[in-house]
């Protein structure tokens, strides 16, 4: 256990089996079994946010070559999971979606610290198009990150207008109320006040939930809602939770917490089940 470790989770869902949950801070449980669990750790290196993951004595060398972007789902959906996460985010995921898969450019989801691994990783994809900036918390490096791919990929950055701040107060698209908004064909932005009065969701394909600190997996496998965490409104939340059910999505994706994959029809239920529990508390 290190004590600058900031307890953000993302090593203990990226490599379950060596890290685990002691005292809000996680620690190694267990060293690495196999080759795809020594993967599975080297990824949690580095997306480690205060780099308080040691890594052995060699370090970080060749090896970890091609661990980030992790790829998720289907390939041709160009869809990523970007690492590097930021403490000025709380560690928060962020995704990415590659240029290749889609006419419209690249979409970053959420940004992550501001490191030249992190900036090459999204230029070998194809840069981005469109940031997606789920809520005011984690918006991290969304300046650095927007002028890095401004001129040449003509990169706008999303984010609702009840989040908006005097350090976000430059973003480009400020979508405002509860109606979902179109950005393209295959991207959907859907409003869910709760976590904060800005919290927006971002569908992509009707497969894919970017969620924020909306929505995401527990450790028990069951789609959760970060009560302790709900910094506006939580019934406000459980309303926009509900309106949930009005969209297909295969695939959760969040900020915090477990992303993970059910059918549409097994999704929606889990989202129903999830809704009852909400309006109990």
Same mark, same amino acid.
Request: charged share 20%.
């Given at each position: 256990?290190?004590?600058?470790?900031?307890?953000?989770?993302?090593?203990?869902?990226?490599?379950?089996?060596?890290?685990?949950?002691?005292?809000?801070?996680?620690?190694?449980?267990?060293?690495?079994?196999?080759?795809?669990?020594?993967?599975?750790?080297?990824?949690?290196?580095?997306?480690?946010?205060?780099?308080?993951?040691?890594?052995?004595?060699? *370090?970080?060398?060749?090896? #970890?070559? *091609?661990?980030?972007? !992790?790829?998720?789902?289907?390939?041709?959906?160009?869809?990523?999971?970007?690492? &590097?996460?930021?403490?000025?985010?709380?560690?928060?995921?962020?995704?990415?979606?590659?240029?290749?898969?889609?006419?419209?450019?690249?979409?970053?989801?959420?940004?992550?610290?501001? #490191?030249?691994?992190?900036?090459?990783?999204?230029?070998?994809? *194809?840069?981005?198009?469109?940031?997606?900036?789920?809520?005011?918390?984690?918006?991290?490096?969304?300046?650095?990150?927007?002028?890095?791919?401004?001129?040449?990929?003509?990169?706008?950055?999303?984010?609702?207008?009840?989040? %908006?701040?005097?350090?976000?107060?430059? %973003?480009? %698209?400020?979508?405002?109320?509860?109606?979902?908004?179109?950005?393209?064909?295959?991207? #959907? /932005?859907?409003?869910?006040?709760?976590?904060?009065?800005?919290?927006?969701?971002?569908?992509?394909?009707?497969?894919?939930?970017?969620?924020?600190?909306?929505?995401?997996?527990?450790?028990?496998? =069951?789609? /959760?809602?970060? =009560?302790?965490?709900?910094? &506006?409104?939580?019934?406000? !939340?459980?309303?926009?939770?509900?309106?949930?059910?009005?969209?297909?999505?295969?695939?959760?994706?969040?900020?915090? *917490?477990?992303?993970?994959?059910?059918?549409?029809?097994?999704?929606?239920?889990?989202?129903?089940?999830?809704?009852?529990?909400?309006?109990?508390?």
């Amino acid at each position: 256990m290190d004590a600058t470790c900031i307890d953000c989770g993302l090593c203990r869902w990226l490599a379950p089996g060596v890290f685990g949950d002691l005292a809000e801070s996680a620690y190694v449980q267990a060293q690495p079994q196999d080759g795809a669990e020594r993967e599975a750790a080297l990824r949690a290196v580095l997306a480690c946010p205060v780099g308080c993951i040691g890594a052995g004595p060699g *370090g970080l060398g060749r090896e #970890t070559a *091609g661990l980030l972007p !992790q790829p998720v789902g289907d390939a041709a959906d160009g869809v990523h999971f970007l690492g &590097y996460a930021s403490p000025k985010s709380f560690g928060a995921a962020s995704w990415l979606i590659a240029r290749s898969a889609r006419p419209g450019g690249g979409v970053l989801i959420d940004t992550p610290r501001w #490191t030249r691994r992190a900036v090459d990783a999204v230029a070998n994809l *194809g840069g981005v198009a469109t940031i997606f900036l789920t809520h005011v918390d984690d918006v991290a490096e969304h300046v650095r990150f927007a002028a890095r791919f401004a001129a040449r990929f003509g990169a706008r950055r999303v984010l609702h207008r009840d989040d %908006v701040n005097a350090a976000t107060r430059n %973003v480009e %698209v400020q979508p405002e109320g509860d109606a979902p908004l179109a950005l393209a064909d295959d991207l #959907t /932005v859907i409003p869910v006040p709760g976590h904060t009065r800005g919290s927006a969701c971002l569908l992509y394909r009707e497969r894919y939930l970017f969620t924020g600190d909306h929505l995401a997996f527990g450790a028990d496998g =069951r789609l /959760v809602a970060f =009560r302790d965490a709900c910094w &506006y409104d939580w019934r406000a !939340q459980t309303r926009a939770m509900e309106r949930l059910l009005d969209h297909r999505f295969e695939w959760v994706l969040p900020g915090h *917490g477990a992303p993970g994959r059910l059918d549409p029809a097994a999704m929606r239920g889990a989202l129903t089940g999830l809704i009852q529990r909400m309006r109990r508390r």
